[in-house]
């Protein structure tokens, strides 16, 4: 069974740090991983998608990097900002299945405060 | 696009009542997904459709849960008998059927069962 933890469950930075969300998984045959941003109370924001075959994805400020074999991936955040506050989550979509089933970690609460 | 659509926002319900909840879907993407979020934990897969057919479903969908995409277009979401322990938000999501094409989620429905 695909377990996804991420690492730290919270985290707390001023303003303009830059700074490293990380995320694992214990099945590292996956089709892709999708990093998603969740503001309190509301759904979530697919932010990057990195297939399987990928290495890192960029959007913006943000960079998600995979290393497939050792089961990992990191989300980078650069010159991190108030409007950043949120819930980042990662989630795998493990191969072998066309149904598109994701398998969630648990997210990560930042705080950035200015 | 108009992004996902989900309706109602807030339910609120006594113990032992059906409630049922709808999500129209970004209109050209042919897969939807139910998933369940508790507070604090990411959320959990309930179940699949590819246009009008449910391909998969969790185990957490109980006998008392039913969902139904009649026409391959909005989907229901329909607990009967509900209980304390379904109080989650429950979210919509929808993806075009390329295996990497990414998921994108609703608002969500929060369901507080008193």
């Known amino acids: 069974k695909q377990e996804v933890t991420q690492i730290p469950a919270a985290l707390s930075v001023p303003e303009g740090e830059n700074l490293v969300l990380n995320c694992s998984f214990t099945d590292s045959a996956i089709y892709n991983l999708q990093w998603f941003r969740q503001d309190p109370g509301k759904g979530l924001t697919s932010l990057l998608l990195i297939q399987s075959s990928q290495r890192e994805q960029t959007s913006g400020r943000l960079n998600a990097s995979l290393d497939k074999s050792s089961g990992r991936s990191t989300l980078y955040i650069a010159a991190s900002q108030p409007g950043d506050s949120a819930t980042y989550l990662c989630a795998v979509k493990a191969g072998g299945t066309s149904y598109g089933k994701l398998t969630f970690g648990q997210g990560t609460i930042l705080t950035v405060h200015p | 696009d108009t992004g996902v659509s989900q309706d109602p926002r807030h339910k609120i319900t006594k113990r032992g009542q059906n409630v049922t909840f709808r999500c129209d879907p970004i209109?050209?993407?042919?897969?939807l997904y139910w998933y369940r979020q508790t507070l604090g934990q990411g959320p959990e897969f309930l179940t699949y459709?590819?246009?009008?057919?449910?391909?998969?479903k969790s185990r957490l969908l109980s006998d008392r849960f039913s969902a139904e995409r009649p026409k391959g277009s909005f989907s229901t979401l329909e607990i009967q008998r509900t209980e304390q322990g379904d109080s989650a938000m429950y979210l919509c999501a929808s993806s075009e059927s390329s295996y990497n094409s990414p998921l994108h989620f609703g608002n969500g429905t929060r369901l507080t069962v008193t």
């Open positions: 209109s050209e993407h042919n897969r």
């Open positions: 459709f590819q246009n009008e057919a449910q391909l998969e």
